[in-house]
């Protein structure tokens, strides 16, 4: 038979195995946009601005394809300005010239250009899901998007 165990208000018990705690290494940004491939766009040249990126070098610019899948159009908001994030980060390469050829809620396909940038001061450590909702509105789409810096 089981023992059963009761806990006196005397003992201590173990540790929570979480802990909310407070912190201010987050950034928001409020997107707006007609439709989503503009929501998009402008999630870009958004978060272009919290890094508040250092001047261009003299590199010639530079164009990628971008193709990303997601589950749903939060997600799809998520990968795209996490791969922008991903470029700044490991190569100082920042776009600002964005052509989308196909946007879907579960889908993009871009082509991208940009520069090198001598330096960014605020680095964007991860794009989050923090309260993350895509909202129609009368003009259009939009949403609030936490960055970790």
Do not use: C, Q
């Amino acid at each position: 038979m089981a023992e059963k165990r009761s806990m006196k208000k005397s003992e201590h018990p173990l540790p929570a195995p979480f802990e909310e705690v407070d912190h201010t290494a987050d950034n928001a940004l409020k997107i707006v946009g007609s439709n989503l491939a503009e929501l998009l766009i402008n999630g870009a040249r958004g978060m272009n601005s919290l890094m508040t990126i250092g001047s261009e070098s003299d590199a010639p610019s530079e164009e990628k394809n971008v193709e990303l899948e997601a589950v749903d159009s939060e997600s799809l908001l998520v990968e795209w300005l996490s791969e922008l994030a991903f470029w700044a980060e490991t190569d100082s390469l920042v776009f600002d010239d964005f052509e989308l050829r196909r946007v879907s809620p579960t889908r993009l396909t871009a082509t991208i250009r940009g520069r090198r940038v001598d330096r960014i001061e605020k680095h964007i450590k991860a794009v989050t899901y923090h309260n993350l909702k895509i909202v129609p509105t009368a003009e259009g789409l939009k949403a609030v998007v936490v960055f970790d810096v």
